[in-house]
């Protein structure tokens, strides 16, 4: 990659809507796989009404999840954490503080 100039345009809300049908998940699911806080979160961008779009990084990460082997996955998730990053995709979101530390 020789360079970081990238086009982006996000998928509509009807494309995000098909996705989740085909991948047959919940708005818990797909909360998960995009990284984001809740299955309400989801529910804002899966909304015809804000039609705000998915930021290109939680689709990327979304699109790997379902995508990649697990481990191609757990390699990227070990370099995130070689950098310093506290990673674990089997924590519940909404069982986070807003600094993101686990609750017991």
């Known amino acids: ?12 809300v ?10 047959n998940f919940s708005g818990t699911q797909m909360a998960r796989i995009l990284g984001l806080k809740s299955a309400r979160r989801w529910r804002e ?6 039609q705000q779009g998915i930021p290109p990084a939680n689709l990327f990460m979304g699109a790997a999840l379902v995508t990649l082997p697990q481990a191609d996955i757990d390699r990227v998730l070990a370099a995130m954490r070689e950098i310093g990053a506290a990673v674990d995709m ?15």
């Open 14 to 23: 009807a494309q995000m809507k098909q996705w989740k049908e085909r991948l």
């Open 90 to 104: 089997d924590v519940d979101a909404e069982s986070l503080v807003a600094h993101g530390e686990p609750q017991p």
């Open 1 to 12: 990659m020789d360079q970081f100039d990238m086009l982006f345009r996000p998928p509509t």
């Open 45 to 50: 961008y899966a909304d015809e009404n804000k």
